[in-house]
């Protein structure tokens, strides 16, 4: 054979074969979009599926879905028809006019009588307007599926998706005015054979004056990327928004600067949503400009919001870890906030039990059956988990004054608590054991112990006292002085309370 029939042979081969692994690839990428939007659906109460329409083709696929979203507490307003009174079911009469069948009750014996609107005074409500606003949110996408083994030809995978959200001429008229002719929000999805998969999510950058109260506005763009393994395994999330600034006319300004997300997790328990691992916001500075009113002026710089999840020998932590460099407003400065605080020693596996049966539950929030069993599954771990003797933490709140760092540091756990305990809080007290480490500028604490009087006279009154309070709480032993910095050691262990190893009363 010779060589050019063999590259003839390979040609028809690939002609043939490869709109047959288009099409075998695109019914798998169709079973798994399909399954995961019912899944969302299934886990969360608020979201329903409405639509659901999926055209497959050999090389390409259409996904036509609309979600809805309901938020729980919100109600609905209630929209009067139009040319109805204020208070329905009656009609309005005016002062002096006998009253008929259908007339507002007469005023009680002794009392003014308040004429009421006429029906034809009241405003008619807009009937599209109401409509609208009574409506529950509604998302309506569709997802334009190339399928692999190379789809769009940009790149190996089993699908590349551009999702497009379809709104409403009203919306699109509104975002025209930001974006111009630009699309105000691109989303990319490429799924990889294995399972895996990374979604790309980008708006452009802006700059507009605002209709109503004419404020420029200077929005700079996001870009977001999501990588995610085979049954959202892990996750791993990098984001990025240059900033944004508002200028108000008179003179008002507010600038956000550049934020950052990144972040790496890793499910802890399959089939749960609990996950292991650390994620940071950085964000670099925030700050408010008033020239009329100075007082609401402030400046916060480079805040920064972490989070950590970690286990060793089925105990599960998670730290949440606050920060700003330094913080100015109303001519005051302080420097190195922090706070840091978290839950430690939490059993994983109950944990994980109880998080699938809580997901169940909100998947059917009326449903005693699904209620019953997420209780069954408390009173079942509840024993495992009082015994790992969980605890509250306040690793640090702190800030640095021109004083010096005052700070808090302090924990609380139970002890030896049994699940008969819980029910009666006056049981637990024995056998709580907190710890609480107190550092106050000397400064700080006489300005608080007058911060509730309004009168100055009182206020300096209030201090003097505060002032003689910390002297005799220091020559009791219960507050040790260095230099400007008041501090103690606060505990509290079966049942009794002690300040600096002392035993206190208020007697």
Do not use: C
Not at 38 to 43: D, E, F, G, I
Not at 216 to 229: A, C
Not at 461 to 468: C, H, I, K, L, R
Request: charged residues 20%; glycine residues 8%; proline residues 6%.
């Amino acid at each position: 054979m010779s060589k050019s029939t063999k590259l003839i042979a390979v040609v028809v081969v690939l002609a043939i074969a490869y709109p047959a692994a288009a099409w075998y690839t695109g019914k798998n990428v169709e079973a798994k979009l399909t399954e995961s939007s019912l899944n969302q659906a299934k886990s969360s109460p608020y979201v329903k599926v409405i639509k659901q329409d999926y055209q497959r083709g050999v090389f390409s696929s259409t996904q036509d879905t609309t979600l809805e979203l309901t938020f729980p507490g919100i109600k609905k307003p209630d929209f009067p028809l139009p040319g109805a009174s204020a208070e329905a079911g009656t009609d309005a009469n005016t002062a002096g006019q006998p009253a008929t069948d259908n007339s507002a009750p007469a005023a009680p014996v002794g009392t003014a009588a308040v004429p009421a609107v006429p029906a034809a005074q009241t405003p008619p409500a807009d009937p599209a307007l109401a409509e609208k606003a009574s409506k529950p949110l509604q998302i309506h996408f569709i997802n334009h599926i190339q399928h692999g083994p190379l789809p769009a030809f940009r790149g190996y995978g089993a699908a590349l998706i551009k999702t497009e959200l379809v709104l409403d001429a009203e919306s699109k008229a509104q975002l025209a005015k930001l974006f111009g002719t630009a699309n105000p929000i691109d989303i990319t999805s490429r799924l990889n054979y294995g399972g895996s998969g990374r979604v790309s999510i980008s708006s452009p950058a802006f700059n507009t004056v605002m209709e109503k109260d004419k404020e420029k506005v200077n929005w700079q763009g996001l870009s977001l990327e999501v990588g995610f393994e085979k049954d959202y395994k892990a996750f791993n999330v990098v984001m990025s928004a240059p900033g944004l600034t508002v200028d108000g006319l008179e003179g008002q300004s507010f600038k956000l600067g550049a934020v950052s997300l990144k972040g790496e997790v890793t499910q802890a328990y399959p089939g749960t949503r609990l996950y292991l691992g650390k994620t940071e916001t950085t964000v670099a500075n925030i700050s408010y400009t008033d020239k009329v009113e100075a007082k609401k002026s402030f400046t916060l710089d480079q805040f920064k919001l972490g989070t950590e999840a970690t286990m060793k020998d089925e105990l599960m932590d998670f730290v949440a870890r606050i920060g700003a460099a330094k913080l100015s407003f109303d001519n005051q400065e302080f420097t190195d906030f922090h706070y840091d605080y978290g839950v430690k020693r939490i059993h994983g596996p109950s944990l994980a039990k109880i998080s699938v049966a809580y997901t169940d539950v909100m998947s059917a929030p009326g449903d005693p059956e699904k209620r019953a069993a997420l209780k069954a599954i408390w009173d079942e771990v509840a024993t495992i988990v009082l015994q790992k003797e969980p605890e509250l933490v306040l690793e640090r709140l702190s800030v640095m004054t021109v004083d010096g760092e005052a700070k808090l540091a302090g924990s609380a756990k139970l002890v030896g608590a049994t699940v008969a305990d819980t029910a009666n809080p006056m049981l637990l007290l024995p056998k709580l054991q907190s710890n609480l480490d107190v550092t106050l500028t000397e400064a700080l604490v006489v300005k608080l112990g007058g911060a509730s009087q309004k009168d100055p006279e009182a206020q300096k009154a209030a201090q003097a006292a505060m002032a003689q309070q910390i002297q005799a709480f220091e020559g009791q032993g219960f507050i040790t002085r260095s230099g400007k910095l008041l501090s103690s050691k606060i505990e509290w262990k079966q049942g009794a309370l002690t300040i600096n190893g002392k035993p206190f009363s208020k007697q």
